[in-house]
């Protein structure tokens, strides 16, 4: 799926063009369940709800997924993919761990404003059946370990100082999560002024404090 949301053409209008191809409605349905997901919560969407939107029987939404949580698993997998696209890259080609964690909260916090990150962590688990919580767990174990790894790759290479590496990064994580309850699209700061001021300010804390080389030389009279 792009990232470039202009560059895919408007929901109703992928089904209305009979030409379109799967993939090009399958993102339709996605976009538009990501949405109601966002204005009416998850548990209150209903998959006639989707079908309304976007001008199609129900049938006809049944051909793309099998029911609405496996819509919102499949909105998680987007979100999920957006940060992960950025992981390795990230370990590969960014310098100190201090700038690794950086680069990490920045790429967390753009998706926390996208639809797809912003209605999965709206999402109560309650709503979702065990197969699907255990899915939706194991993804968040992952980031979460590869945000930990990077902070204590820059403990040991001095650039972030002595911390439990489980509390730094539950309060990064808990600080990222939050921007999907507060975002809006209209609002005074574009996503990326809010990632780069997300990456600034939680980084300010791990960073290791460096020593002055400087004596300070303290005379008698003193």
Known sequence: MSKDASASPSPRKAFADRRRDPATKREAVLKTAAQLFLEKSYGRTSMNDVADRLNITKPALYHYFDNKEDILLECYRLGVGLIEETLNEIADH??????????????????????????????????????????????????????????????????????????????IAGALNWICMWYEPDG????????????????QGLGARKRSSKLRIVSKEE
């Open 188 to 203: 005074a700061l574009s996503p990326e002024e809010i990632a780069s001021q997300f990456a600034r300010t939680l980084t």
């Open 94 to 171: 960014c310098g100190n761990g201090l700038q690794k964690v950086e680069a990490f909260i920045h790429s967390y916090a753009s998706v926390m404003t996208v639809n797809f990150g912003r209605c999965v962590m709206r999402l109560d688990e309650g709503d979702l059946t065990s197969d699907a919580r255990t899915e939706v767990r194991t993804y968040k174990r992952k980031i979460d370990r590869r945000l930990r790894w990077f902070i204590q790759e820059g403990i040991e290479d001095g650039s972030i100082a002595p911390c439990d590496t489980k509390i730094a990064a539950f309060s």
